[in-house]
């Protein structure tokens, strides 16, 4: 069989093509040039695997699309406190170039408009990094995301550099507020040449299943940047990924995203994929048309609102059953799905409302996805509470989802393997 997905991606296209509405920029000289009818839609699962349709190889510069990644390694390399201090995380409900600092600090309202952005690309790097070193680790960074080797398209740079008016203007405002503490071109040369980066939709899939991937990239395997980060970038992208026209994505798409002014546009959901687009017209907030066209296509076709989450907790109980009988008697609960704070109620409000009849008990674990650390500790903490009202508790546990069982004080807990022998007590 050949999956559907490809064909799918195909149709959407061909169901947007028609539109020619927007305009390429044209505040970048080399960017008006580009071919406008240039489509292409990839999607890359958080186990690495690209559907892609259209021109999905065709390499662009990346633009404000590497502001999220940018503002990530700033994270990582620097940490929150710093960051936070230099840039915050509120909408500005301006345009992505408006010169929008708060009155008193000078500190750009967010990274992902360019006076935030210009902060972000000069944090990244150690401390006291010069021009060249903070690029490396710019383009390294951003490589790493991508899965393969970035190149800069030095036309688009010398081009964007040449007409940086407003991106100086706001650099010499943070200079003079203190925010940065270089000089304000080199920083503009800076966020400018990573602006250049060139990508291909494929590459921004890819980019984007690795923040829904909690910052592991699915194709190479390798760790980014951390958990923390990626929430981080992730809730910024949300709220401002989209500029003035943040508040009516966010409820029609529903998907954290980035634009960019060449006309590509991710949105990473996680747990579940990254999806990118590429044409180059844009709307009046500098958004892609017919991008965000196919974004609200897949929303509606593939249920990728955020905020359409299924409830799962009421299965997390899979089965439940005496096996065996007289003293050799032992309940089995299956468990199943993931283990997160509504399923792990779930689970101690039934063993509240029906106890367990025998005295031992089997924990089956075998169908759990995931645990997390609060599904975790709410499992413990029902084992020790059982094994006070007086029952010995089995876990079984194949894939070793439950890391550390130990319930604390009072409680016992018995881990065994598919075969029924004890791996830990
Ligand atoms: N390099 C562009 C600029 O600074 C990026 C803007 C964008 O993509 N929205 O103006």
Not at 70 to 80: E, I, Q, S, T
Not at 380 to 402: C, K, N, S, W
């Amino acid at each position: 069989m050949r999956s559907p997905i490809p064909d799918y991606l195909t149709d959407a296209l061909r169901s947007v093509a028609a539109d020619t509405s927007g305009a390429t920029a044209d505040y970048i000289p080399e960017l008006a040039q580009a071919d406008p009818d240039r489509l292409a839609a990839a999607l890359c699962t958080v186990d690495g695997h690209v559907y892609s349709a259209g021109d999905a190889d065709v390499e662009f510069s990346i633009q404000s699309i590497s502001k999220p990644f940018v503002y990530a390694l700033a994270l990582a390399d620097r940490g929150f406190d710093e960051v936070l201090s230099k840039v915050w995380v509120e909408p500005s409900g301006d345009s992505f170039n408006q010169i929008s600092l708060e009155p008193e600090s000078g500190r750009p309202r967010n990274p992902m408009i360019n006076a935030g952005a210009l902060v972000a690309t000069s944090l990244s790097g150690p401390p006291g990094a010069g021009a060249d070193q903070r690029f490396e680790r710019i383009v390294d960074g951003l490589s790493a995301f991508a899965g393969r080797r970035l190149e800069v398209d030095e036309a688009v740079y010398e081009s964007e550099l040449h007409h940086a008016y407003r991106n100086r203007a706001l650099a010499n405002m943070l200079r003079a507020h203190d925010i940065i503490a270089e000089d304000p071109l080199v920083a503009v040369a800076g966020y400018t040449r990573q602006c250049s980066l060139l990508v291909t939709t494929d590459d921004l899939a890819v980019m984007a299943a690795t923040l829904a991937n909690r910052g592991v990239n699915p194709v190479t395997g390798r760790p980014v940047v951390s958990a923390p980060v990626v929430r981080q970038v992730l809730s910024v992208m949300s709220t401002c990924g989209m500029y003035d026209g943040a508040g009516d994505w966010m409820t029609r798409v529903g998907v954290p995203a980035k634009s960019g002014v060449s006309g590509g546009l991710i949105g990473a959901l996680p747990g579940q994929a990254g999806i990118a687009t590429f044409s180059p017209r844009l709307d009046r907030h500098g958004n892609s048309v017919r991008g965000v066209d196919l974004f609200q296509r897949f929303t509606a076709d593939m249920g990728m609102h955020l905020m359409d989450v299924p409830g799962t907790a009421r299965e997390a109980i899979a089965d439940r059953y005496v096996d065996g009988d007289g003293p050799d008697a032992i309940e089995v609960i299956e468990l199943q799905g993931d283990l997160r704070f509504a399923a792990a109620e779930h689970v101690v409000r039934e063993f509240e409302v029906r106890p367990p009849v025998t005295s031992s008990i089997l924990l089956d674990l075998a169908r759990i996805g995931t645990i997390d650390d609060v599904g975790r500790r709410m499992l413990l903490e029902a084992v020790r509470r059982l094994t006070i009202d007086g029952h010995e508790v089995f876990v079984l546990d194949p894939d070793q989802v439950l890391p550390d069982p130990d319930p604390g004080t009072g409680g016992r807990i018995t881990v065994v393997d598919d075969r029924g022998q004890v791996r830990q007590r």
